[in-house]
T-cell receptor
Framework: EAGVTQSPTHLIKTRGQQATLRCSPI?????VYWYQQALGLGLQFLLW???????NRGNFPPRFSGRQFPNYSSELNVNALELEDSALYLC?????????????FGPGTRLTVL | AQSVTQLGSHVSVSEGALVLLRCNYS??????LFWYVQYPNQGLQLLLK??????LVKGINGFEAEFKKSETSFHLTKPSAHMSDAAEYFC?????????????FGTGTRLKVLA
């Protein structure tokens, strides 16, 4: 069974540009979560999608947005990039809405903003 | 407000020694509790989780954790450290919030195992 995949592996942008990160969940999983892992800050919750709808959002500005497609894959968009957006962005998927579900993580996309 | 605190951003143990990674949480409602491990250049994977029932939870690779409600703690232990245990460990909670769930991760503890 294929795990969670993310693309690209690395992304280099300059300040003010837009970045698009993609995630494909495990087959059969309907929930997709996005996290930002900045150095020394642990995982900060960004967004949670399930069945195409945004279920929850972390404390990030509106320039962080995303969507979930009918095939349950997801896209994270970061507009007007700032230097402090440089981080590892992790995507995770789970099989349902219940808070007990295990989240399965992808390897991440390393975003560098110059 | 809900929060997760991991005491010690870096922990070093000798190979064969006890591993103890501390996690305390703050929540007004009973949370679900998780420990994840992240090996270098990889995503996180679940070690173990507590939902209901027995408070001592056994996970993969010989790890276990005990939920202590009175202490609001969920410390991770392993009797004998192995070199392959070197990784970063994250404690997380899931709490119900307005009809859905909110996931909160701690800042992580990097475990170093000394030969």
């Amino acid at each position: 069974e294929a795990g969670v995949t993310q693309s690209p592996t690395h992304l280099i942008k300059t300040r003010g540009q837009q970045a698009t990160l993609r995630c494909s969940p495990i087959s059969g999983h309907t929930s997709v979560y996005w996290y930002q892992q900045a150095l020394g800050l642990g995982l900060q919750f960004l967004l949670w999608y399930d069945e195409g709808e945004e279920r929850n959002r972390g404390n990030f500005p509106p320039r962080f947005s995303g969507r979930q497609f009918p095939n349950y894959s997801s896209e994270l968009n970061v507009n007007a990039l700032e230097l402090e957006d440089s981080a590892l962005y992790l995507c995770a998927s789970s099989s349902g809405l219940a808070g007990v579900d295990t989240q399965y993580f992808g390897p991440g996309t390393r975003l560098t903003v110059l | 407000a809900q929060s997760v605190t991991q005491l010690g951003s870096h922990v070093s143990v000798s190979e064969g020694a006890l591993v103890l990674l501390r996690c305390n949480y703050s929540s007004s409602v009973p949370p679900y509790l998780f420990w994840y491990v992240q090996y270098p250049n990889q995503g996180l994977q679940l070690l173990l989780k507590y939902t209901t029932g027995a408070t001592l939870v056994k996970g993969i690779n010989g790890f276990e954790a005990e939920f202590k409600k009175s202490e609001t703690s969920f410390h991770l232990t392993k009797p004998s450290a192995h070199m392959s245990d070197a990784a970063e460990y994250f404690c997380a909670v899931s709490v119900p919030l307005r009809g859905t769930y909110k996931y909160i991760f701690g800042t992580g503890t990097r475990l170093k195992v000394l030969a």
